[in-house]
Structures are given as C-alpha cells and as structure tokens.
C-alpha cells in the first residue's frame, strides 16, 4: 500500500483533508474566542487602555493606596464596571455605584503586575520596539529615577544637541523617558544623517550618579545568581547589556540610552543564564518600588463580567461529527478520482510487461489529453520505435550475414578450386583473392567504426585544418575515377580576399567523410554529368557563396563551415531519403555490388560528422541529383589552421577515396571496390540509396 500510487493519492488526500479540517475548526475555534474575549473587554481598546492605564500607576508606585480616584475615572469614561482586589480577592478599589454591587466573577480579567505584563494587552498600546525582554513594564524604574537637578542637566545637555541638529538641517526632538532621562529622536525616516553633523551628544552619553549606583546594586544581585549557579559574574552596562561597553556616540544616535531597557538575550548557555539573571535581579531590585500583582475585574455596570467560554460536550460532539462528514467525503472522492487516475497507468503496466516478456504489445487506449494520456502516446511511440529498431535489427543481421557470405564465398570457391587442381595460383588468382579479402576487411572495419562511435570510443586526432585543402586531395584521389566514368569533378571554395575560416578536425576522418559521398556521387552520376564540391561558410556569406554573388548581402559572424556535395545523376526517391543513413540499407533489394556497396557509408559518415559536433543533410529530386550538405562548426577562438595534415603527419599516400592508406583504421590503400571500406567506401545513392 505504501508503495502504491493510488494508496499515496489517498493518503495524501486525507491528510489535505484533515489538515482543512483541522485548520477550519481552529479558525472557527480561534473567531469565536476572540469574539467572547472582546465580550469580556479583553481585547477591546478601551479595556486595554484601562489595563494601561492602571499598569502605569503600579509602575509608579509603592503600592495601590490612591487608586480608587483613577479607578473611577476610568469606569466614567468606559461606561464599563472596574474593579481592583488582591490576588487574595481583597478589595483595593470598585467602581460600581450601586448600593449592594453584584459580587466580583470567579475568573478575572487580567492581573496587573508590572513586572509581568500581559504581552497580548501591552502590545494593543503600543508598546515600543524595546520593550523588555523579561515582561518588566518599561515605567517600572526604581531607583533608576533621575532626581530633579540630574534631570535638568540632561535637558539641557539635550536641548543643546537638538538646537545644534536644527542648525545642520536635521528635525529633531527631545523626548524625556519614564526615568527622566531625555533621549534625541529624529523627525522623519532617516535617523542616519545625525552622522552627518558634527553635533556632540557626549554629555547624553553617561551615567549620572543616581544611575550608577542603581546600576551597581543591580550588577551585585544579577553577579550573585550566577555565583549561585557557578558561572562568571558579568559586568553591566546603562542599556543593561554586559561585556564591553558600549560606545556612548552610538548609543545616544540611535535613541537607545534609556534608563531601564530590556537586557540583551543572546544565544549560548552562558548568555540565556546571564538574560535570566539579569531579569531576575531587575524583578528583585524593582519589588519594593512597584505595587503589588493585583487582580483586574472589567464588566457590566448591574453585571458580572462574561463567564470564560467553554466548549460544551454537545458542540464538540457536533464539531467532530461535521469534521469527519467533510474527511468521508474527501476520501470517497479521492477514491474515484485515484480509480480513474490508476486504471490508464495499470494498462501501461501491463502493456510494458508483455514487451518485457517479447510478447506483441498492443497500443495502449489514450483517453484524454493530459499527463496521462500523453505518457500513454509517448509509450506507444516508444513502443512502436522498438518494433522497428527490432525489425532493424533483424534486417541488420540479415545484411551482415548476406555481405560476409559473398566474399567469404568467393575465397572458399578459389581455394577449393586451386586445391583440385582446376585453378592455378597464378598473380591473377592472387590478385582475385586478394581483393575479396580486401572488401570483407572494409566490411569488417566499417561495422568496428560504427560500433567504436555507438560507445562513444570512436578515435579522433583533432588538428588544425584548412576545409580548401581537404577538398583540393578528395577531388585530386577521385578525378581519376570521375574521368574514367565521363564525370566532371570540381570544386569551389572562398576568394582569396575572403577566406573561410580555420577548422579542428581530424584531417583523415574528414577526407574519409567527404571521399565516401563524391565516391556515390561519382558512381551514381552517368557520363556527361557533373560533380562540384562547395565550401562555404554559414549566415550571410553561405548566401552569397551559393548565389555566386560576391558582393551581394551584409558581413555576419560565421559560426561554421558548410560543405555541399551536388551531384546531378539519378537522385534518390522522397520514400528513400529518409532511410540513407541507416546502416545496411539499400534500395537495390538484390544488394549487387554493381549496383552498390555494403550499405555502412553514409551510416559511417554520419556518425564521424557528429563525433566533430558536425550534422549532415541530404536533399534529392529523382531524376535530377542530390546534394549531401556536411555542417562543421568553425574554431571557436578562430586560430588559424597549422600545417598541411600530410606535411603533420608524414608523407601519406591516398586510396581510391581520397582516404589516407595508413590511418588509424589500417585498411590497405586500395580503390579497387569503390563500394564498401572505411576508407573508400561506395555507399551509393539513387537506386540503391546508399
């Protein structure tokens, strides 16, 4: 099941279902809440500001005596019932008018202690980006209180950087904090050009006196929590982080030097134990300066606040009920949607297996034009590629039998008949066998290059090389045979004033691509005809090149060679060109040499061009010619070809196909059958399309 696609579909399908589910009844769970909560005046504005206003006055002072005045104020201009009791329910202060008020619900508000605010009711007042880490109200100062005199000093140490900031052009304010401690803020979005001005904020920098002897009793509780827990006692500083101080410039820029900040919480063991400390010492410090947690009571004037909600056993029954309602449906769904979506690929599965096991496979149903239908057509394309690259293969095997047999053949039969004395080994009989043996060994070569070029082994001795020359040494192997069959051979390359570009090729792979089409050209072309080899490079200089035009066309980049080998004899049929590179294929059935070779050259030619990142083309009109178009791409730093590839590689003869006899290969340097080697092979055209 787990390997499944169909099991995969459904599980997938469940768990988006649950997790919708799940989502939906949080949302509806998390609405109603809110909604019961702004009943109970938890989320309100005006509650909130209540609870502010009220967490201010705790902050300020020692305890609630006096409240009862501010209290009242509050319920005047909320309309709503305030009260304030002990966390032992005791009584500090109620608004209620009446004479016998409702008593107080079990569940209260909130509770206000400044040094643990509530974050969800702190943070609907604004509470500023800096807001301590340890839930301490910032207003809770404590001892960290500025007297009047250090006060005033620091007022005017800031009204002087404010009027100094207005002469440079920067908008400034002097905002005083909780401890009376000013700090500079910058009017606008743009606090960074205070570090343009050359105004002092040094005397806003330090601590006074009051603020280091706060901030020394703090050190000495924050040092003795870590003593307690075995840790390295810290030093503080005025933003209440510790390590090295920090600098007072920056600090003042920044607007950050407050009295009471949050402390620094960093990563490591050491930091999260000092953060805690240091809250812990701020709490201690702070007890005796704040009033005490008390308990916040907001509600109707002639009622109790709303009771806290809870979800009743009956709407948790009808939740779950409609929860898994909306998780059957999503499964039966995804059942039929995973029977539809599996039926096709089963079919697919089993039309594979059958191929595996050579049985004749069917074409699979295509029913729709999606993902599925279209794998469903790629596999039936890929299946019906199979059955002609299997029929291919049986033909091959068939030709390479039928093309070993006959040479094999005739050598048996000389050999048989010399050994009954009905043949004598006279040179004749020697030069008979020698060349049979000669074209089984083409054949032999021919099938071990394209074998070497299916796995990529095929041997390349890349050089640099001028297209010109090797057409100049194909045209010079051949013309002998060209003239011998009535056959103009020429060739036509670049001006001198616009030469074509350098190749890096190997010089014998290329004349042995090249001499097998003028072989087939020549063979196939009747006397009288004509045979034109054209070099020429691609974009706009191919264009004038073909026209003849020299001066026609704009200059581009060329990117690469293209060399045409027309032929005006019987061209090929448009049933044939489609199947001239493939190996062992011939139109001529019967497979005559005198019509033909073995049917592996223009195969070979192929394969070579591709191994030089080369293509090659072929067009034809029956009864007019053919032209094999070969596309080299050109040097890409565009260095000039070295030397001759013979002047390279020592003096190198040539065979009847322009072919070097002493390649790589290690054919003989014969011509004799123009039809069928590595290197001189007669791949034909036209009637026996190879």
Not at 145 to 166: F, I, Y
Not at 606 to 614: D, I, N, P, Y
Request: aromatic share 2%.
């Amino acid at each position: 099941m787990r390997k499944s696609l169909f099991g995969q579909l459904l599980a997938v399908s469940a768990l988006v279902a649950a997790c919708s589910v799940a989502a939906t009844a949080w949302l509806a769970v998390q609405t109603t809440s809110g909604a019961i909560k702004q009943e109970q005046g938890q989320n309100l504005t005006a509650d909130a500001r209540i609870y502010n206003t009220l967490l201010g006055y705790a902050a300020a002072h020692p305890t609630w005596d006096g409240v009862d005045s501010t209290v009242r104020d509050l319920a005047r201009q909320s309309g709503r019932r305030i009260a304030l009791t002990t966390e032992q329910r005791r009584p500090l202060a109620d608004s209620a008018t009446l004479p016998s008020p409702p008593a107080l619900p079990p569940q209260a508000s909130t509770i206000i202690d400044p040094l643990s605010v509530d974050t969800a009711l702190s943070q609907t007042v604004g509470r500023t980006a800096n807001a301590t880490a340890d839930r301490v109200d910032p207003r809770a100062v404590g001892p960290f209180r500025l007297p009047r005199a250090e006060r005033a000093a620091l007022q005017r140490a800031a009204e002087r950087s404010v009027a100094c900031l207005s002469r440079s052009g920067v908008a400034a304010d002097a905002v005083q904090g909780p401890s009376g401690r000013p700090r500079i803020e910058v009017v606008g979005n743009d606090p960074d050009r205070v570090d343009g001005t050359r105004c002092s904020f040094d005397d806003l920098a330090l601590p006074t006196a009051t603020e280091r002897k706060a901030l020394g009793e703090l050190n000495q509780l924050a040092n003795a929590c870590l003593k307690r827990q075995d840790r390295t006692g810290v030093e503080l500083n005025l933003d209440l982080s510790w390590g090295e101080r920090p600098l007072p410039v920056a600090n003042a820029r920044a607007g950050t030097m407050v009295a009471s900040p949050a402390p620094s919480v960093r990563t490591g063991d050491d930091d999260r134990a000092t953060a805690s400390c240091v809250g812990t010492a701020r709490r201690e410090q702070l007890s005796s300066y704040v009033a005490s947690p008390a308990l916040l009571f907001i509600g109707d004037e002639g009622n109790t606040t709303v009771p806290g909600f809870d979800l009743s056993p009956a709407n948790t029954a009808k939740i779950a009920g409609v929860a898994a309602l909306v998780l059957a449906l999503t499964v039966g769904a995804s059942v039929l949607a995973g029977a539809r979506l599996v039926r096709p690929l089963r079919a697919l599965t089993g039309a594979a297996q059958r191929m595996r096991d050579g049985e004749g496979s069917a074409p699979v149903l295509v029913t729709g034009d999606n993902e599925i239908g279209r794998l469903a057509a790629a596999f039936n394309d890929m299946a019906a590629h199979r059955a002609r690259l299997e029929g291919q293969r049986k033909d091959m095997v068939s030709d390479v039998a039928h093309e070993l047999r006959t040479p094999l053949s005739n050598i048996r039969g000389w050999l048989e008949a010399a050994q009954d004395g009905l043949a004598e080994p006279d040179p004749a009989f020697i030069s008979s066998l020698h060349t049979e043996a000669v074209q089984l060994q083409h054949i032999i070569d021919d099938l071990q290059d394209l074998a070497a070029a299916d796995a990529g082994a095929l041997r390349l001795h890349p050089e640099p090389v001028r297209i010109e020359d090797v057409l100049g040494q194909v045209a010079a192997a051949h013309q002998g045979r060209a003239e011998t069959a009535g056959v103009t051979l020429t060739v036509r390359t670049s001006t001198a004033g616009d030469p074509l570009p350098g190749l890096t090729a190997d010089p014998v792979r290329l004349r042995q691509v090249i001499g097998n089409l003028v072989s087939n050209a020549v063979r196939h072309t009747p006397a009288g005809g004509n045979v034109t080899l054209h070099a020429y490079g691609s974009g706009a200089a191919a264009d004038k090149g073909t026209a003849g035009d020299e001066t026609a066309g704009e200059e581009t980049a060329v990117d690469e060679v293209v060399v045409d080998v027309t032929d005006t004899g019987s061209g090929i049929s448009a049933d044939d060109l489609p199947h001239v590179f493939d190996r062992f294929w011939r139109a001529e059935k019967s497979r005559s040499r005198r019509t033909g070779g073995s049917g592996l050259g223009l195969a070979i030619v192929r394969k070579l061009v591709e191994a030089h990142a080369g293509s090659v083309s072929a067009v034809s009109v029956e009864g007019r010619g053919s032209v094999f178009t070969l596309r080299l791409p050109v040097d890409a730093a565009g260095a000039e070809p070295g030397p001759e590839p013979g002047e390279a590689n020592g003096s190198v003869g040539t065979n009847g196909s322009g072919e070097p006899g002493g390649e790589s290969t290690g054919l003989p340097g014969s011509g004799a059958d123009g039809g069928g080697g590595s290197s001189a092979t007669g791949s034909g055209r036209g009637t026996n399309g190879n």
